[in-house]
Every structure is written in structure tokens, then in C-alpha cells.
């Protein structure tokens, strides 16, 4: 039995304090969130070198550096020609290529460098993303400091990047047999296809790990599953016209037929169907699939519009904001790529399309990401 208590004595004085009750919150987190905010911001520098890996990627393909290292090295070629005679013994590797013999005869040692340049500090950076994706990993997973259910995630970061460097070689050995002056157009648009596959994931990645695990799963109890399915199909068509980009950049495609909205004063270019069998119109006639590129962008404008008025109709004041910059966006990377058909694809305007098509990307899956988990806002924040 409780003694007598004084009238005048303090209500709750035993109640738990503030850092007492705060230590009870939290239960669905405790003991799984690792260091998350160390992981983020290192995911956060992977997802840039990717980034500046695309950008020098989109760069090596404009200066048609591709092909001058002939060989695959993924240890030994981390070492560059350090004498006169390595250098030679590089360019007499080159000279033997089609590329070479097709389209560079008599290039000098100086101009082999520069594209030599290029296309190590291409690979080079390749082998800096691994490294870095290596120690990451490995640190925080010997530091038992990975949060539960990330360890599958973070280890297939390491495995798409090991075979987006084979796949890397796989394009390139494609232009260094028979009369191939260029990689394998479909070859490329599989290199681009995984680089950007890689940086959703690691996007998504530092959208989940900016929220705890409990703020996540009460998020989603107010998901917009509609918003979120049209930011899927948004996705997958900004998708298809990456890779049909990158058939462009293959054969060259956006050098030609620099006139808009129409092609050579026509809606259809010249012979578009040309190549025998006829599917390979598609992957080889520069006109035809410049063509199918405007048309999907084109489209993919359309259902930009749509899925903003759809978004608009958000209760979630911060939903609504991420899908006005996607459509921003779509505006924005519209008017690049018709700056870059009208100028011949300069080499600086044809990169800023480039990177302009990894902020679409990365700006239409954040949106999706809010539709799926809205952050909770105050009554104040709906219309």
C-alpha cells in the first residue's frame, strides 16, 4: 500500500524523462540502422563518380576514343605508357585495328595520345568506382555497422559494376574485327542501359537510407499507389529512350538531318527502311532511328503531361513539387535534344543532353519515390 502524498506535491514527478522515453521509441529501428548516414553519403559518392562516369563515357564516344586500347587489362592497364617506347608499342596495336586502317591512316603519335587519354581515364575511373565501392562495402560490412536487409543491396552494387565493366569490353571488341570502324551500336546502348540502371539503384538507395526504416513503413500506409504506377510507366518509357539514344550515339545518327520538326523537309526521312533484313533499320539507319527518337521523346513529353496533372491532384504539397521539376525537366531536356539535332550534335551540346537525361532520371524516380512514401506534412501543406 502507497503511503499518503502531500497535496502540494509535483504531478508526475516520477514519470520517465525526456531521454529516458525517448531511449523506449523507436523499437522497429533498434539494432537495425547500422550507420546509415555514413553508408548514404558513400553510396552518395558513388552515385557521383557514376555520374562523371557517364559524362566521360558520352565524351570518349564523341572524340572517337573508344577503340584506341585494344586490349583488356583489368589490373596491368591501370599503368599507362610510361616511355616512348610503351607508346609506340600501343600505337603499333592500334595501327593494326579497323579503325585505323579504315578511317585514321596516317594519324601521328600525338594524336594517338590524345585519344589513348581519353579512353584510360574512362577505364581508369571505372577501376576508381570499384575501388571505392570495395572499401566501402567490406569496411562497414567488417564493422557489423550495415543496417538489417542492406547487405543484399549494397553487394549488388559491386556486382553490377563488375559486369558493367565486362560489358564494357564486350562493346568495345565489337569495333576491333573485321570492318568495324565503330563499336556495335546495340552493344553501346547495353553499356549506357546497365550505367544508368545502376545509378536508379543507387538513387533509390539514398532516398530509403534519408528516412529511418519505421518513418518508411508509416509513410507507405499513405501511398499513392496511382501516382506512383504512372511514375513507373514515366520511368520505363525515359528508359526505352536512353536506350534508343544511345543507337543514335552509335551510328552517329544525330549528325544528320539537322532540320526540325521535319527530316530533310520531310515528316519521314529518306529510305528509312533501306537495310536488309528490315529490322535492322532500326538499329542501323541513322535516319530511321533519329526518327524513332524524336517519336519516343515526343511521347514521352505526352505522358509527362499527363502524369503531372495527375500529380497534381496530390494531397502531399512535396509530391506535387518533385513531379513539377520532372516536368521542368521534360521541357528542359526537349529543348537540348532539338538544339542538338539542329547543331549537328556539337560535342558540348550533346553532353549537356546527356546529362540531361541523367537528371530526368533521377528527378522522375525521386518523384515516384514520394508517391510511394509521402512525407508527412502538416494540414497546413494540403490544399
Known amino acids: 500500500m502507497t503511503g499518503k502524498r502531500s497535496i502540494f506535491e509535483e504531478v508526475g514527478t516520477d514519470a520517465p524523462k525526456p531521454q529516458d522515453r525517448a531511449a523506449t521509441t523507436g523499437i522497429i529501428d533498434r539494432g537495425r540502422n547500422g550507420a546509415r548516414g555514413a553508408i548514404r553519403l558513400w553510396i552518395m559518392m558513388l552515385f557521383t563518380l557514376v ?22 587489362q583489368p589490373v596491368s592497364g591501370a599503368m599507362p605508357p610510361l616511355n616512348l617506347a610503351d607508346w609506340q608499342a600501343e600505337f603499333a596495336k592500334y595501327q ?44 562497414f560490412l567488417a564493422a557489423r555497422k550495415i543496417p538489417v536487409g542492406w547487405t543484399g543491396r549494397l553487394l549488388l552494387l559491386g556486382a553490377l559494376g563488375g559486369a558493367q565493366g565486362a560489358i564494357g569490353w564486350w562493346m568495345v571488341s565489337s569495333g576491333l574485327t573485321g570492318d568495324q570502324t565503330d563499336v556495335a551500336s546495340y552493344r553501346l546502348a547495353t553499356h549506357l542501359g546497365l550505367a544508368f540502371v545502376i545509378l536508379g539503384f543507387i538513387a533509390w538507395y539514398v532516398f530509403a537510407l534519408g ?11 499513405s ?6 504506377g504512372w511514375g513507373t510507366a514515366l520511368a520505363v518509357l525515359a528508359f526505352v529512350q536512353i536506350l534508343i539514344g544511345a543507337l543514335v550515339a552509335g551510328i552517329d545518327a544525330g549528325r544528320n538531318y539537322t532540320d526540325w520538326p521535319l527530316m530533310a523537309g520531310a515528316f519521314l526521312p529518306p529510305t528509312p527502311f533501306e537495310i536488309e533484313p528490315i529490322w535492322r533499320n532500326f538499329f542501323e539507319n541513322d535516319g530511321l532511328v533519329q526518327f524513332v527518337h524524336r517519336m519516343v521523346g515526343y511521347g514521352l513529353f505526352l ?10 491532384k496530390s494531397p502531399n504539397s512535396d509530391t ?14 526537349m529543348l537540348l535534344g532539338i538544339g542538338t539535332v539542329l547543331y549537328g550534335a556539337p560535342w558540348h551540346i550533346a553532353i ?9 532520371w533521377v528527378l522522375i524516380l525521386r518523384a515516384r519515390f514520394a508517391a510511394q512514401y509521402p512525407i508527412a506534412q502538416s494540414l497546413r501543406g494540403t490544399r
Open 211 to 221: 528516412r529511418e526504416d519505421r518513418v518508411l513503413m508509416q509513410a507507405r500506409r
Open 303 to 312: 505522358l509527362g503531361l499527363v502524369v503531372w496533372t495527375r500529380a497534381r
Open 320 to 333: 506535387r513539387f518533385r513531379f513539377n521539376a520532372v516536368l521542368g525537366m521534360l521541357v528542359l531536356q
Open 96 to 139: 593494326a585495328s579497323p579503325e585505323y586502317q579504315l578511317q585514321n591512316q596516317g594519324m601521328s603519335l600525338s594524336s594517338f595520345q590524345f585519344i589513348y587519354w581519353w579512353e584510360w581515364g574512362h577505364r581508369q575511373l571505372g577501376r576508381v568506382i570499384g575501388l571505392v565501392w570495395a572499401v566501402g562495402f567490406f569496411g
Open 352 to 360: 549537356l543532353h546527356q546529362l540531361g537525361a541523367v537528371l530526368l
Open 51 to 72: 555520374v562523371v562516369m557517364i559524362a566521360v563515357g558520352g565524351l570518349t564516344r564523341l572524340t572517337d576514343s573508344g577503340l584506341s586500347i585494344t586490349e583488356w
Open 223 to 228: 501511398r499513392e499507389s496511382r501516382l506512383a
